[in-house]
């Protein structure tokens, strides 16, 4: 059996009963960062045994892990923040785990992009989760097929990032697009900046960007 486990985007009580009664229940949790996962644990006193598994070892433990599966292993999956395979690790093992016939449960939880659409005041009914950008090959691509995208769309981004993307996004969407810039969601200093793509950009340029992003952008009229 592989579990599927959202685990809190800020607020350490953003959790499920079911989340923690699986947590306690499986013989590995699978973490994609297993210092960020232990502080979850600790909170919560789980004492189970943490594996590594992320973008740059889950084609290296895909095999491994899927055997131990098959001989009994209960085992869960669990991000630094979020629902696992929504811009996380998760898609391979699943994948796999489908192939093989083993049972897989994903729990309801936590996922960023949930709270800062319904919050951002863009329409809610049709929508596109791209989740994070190219970085470089496919960016131009990426952007011109997105700027004649009639749903709203949502973007991840990192905070070293947040200005030069919203840059971008001017460049390809015009200066007048509306748009909503969510971080730090459900911690002390969350922060929801609304308005057009120019001045969401100008409100964050002045100012030293943390915690995660969540950009969510009006489709084009």
Excluded: W
Aim: proline letters at 5%; glycine letters at 6%; aromatic letters at 6%.
């Amino acid at each position: 059996m592989l579990y599927l486990v959202p685990t809190p985007i800020g607020n350490l009580k953003d959790i499920t009963l079911r989340a923690l009664e699986t947590l306690k229940e499986v013989d590995l949790i699978l973490a994609e960062d297993t210092r960020t996962s232990s502080k979850l644990l600790n909170h919560y006193d789980i004492q189970k045994p943490l594996s590594p598994y992320h973008q740059h070892n889950e084609h290296k433990v895909l095999q491994h892990l899927i055997d131990q599966l098959l001989a009994g292993k209960k085992m869960a999956v669990i991000t630094d923040a979020g629902t696992p395979g929504i811009s996380d690790p998760a898609f391979l093992l699943v994948r796999e785990c489908v192939k093989n016939g083993i049972k897989v449960e994903s729990l309801p939880g936590a996922t960023a992009f949930v709270p800062a659409l319904v919050n951002s005041g863009l329409p809610t009914n049709r929508f596109a989760f791209e989740g994070f950008l190219p970085l470089k090959k496919g960016r131009h691509t990426m952007l011109t097929q997105l700027a004649e995208e009639e749903r709203t769309i949502i973007l991840y981004e990192s905070p070293m990032r947040l200005v030069k993307t919203l840059l971008d996004l001017q460049q390809y969407f015009g200066d007048d697009r509306q748009c909503s810039v969510s971080r730090e969601l459900s911690k002390l200093f969350e922060e929801n900046a609304r308005g057009t793509l120019k001045e969401v950009h100008d409100h964050f340029s002045a100012k030293t960007v943390k915690g995660e992003i969540v950009i969510i952008v009006a489709g084009k009229e």
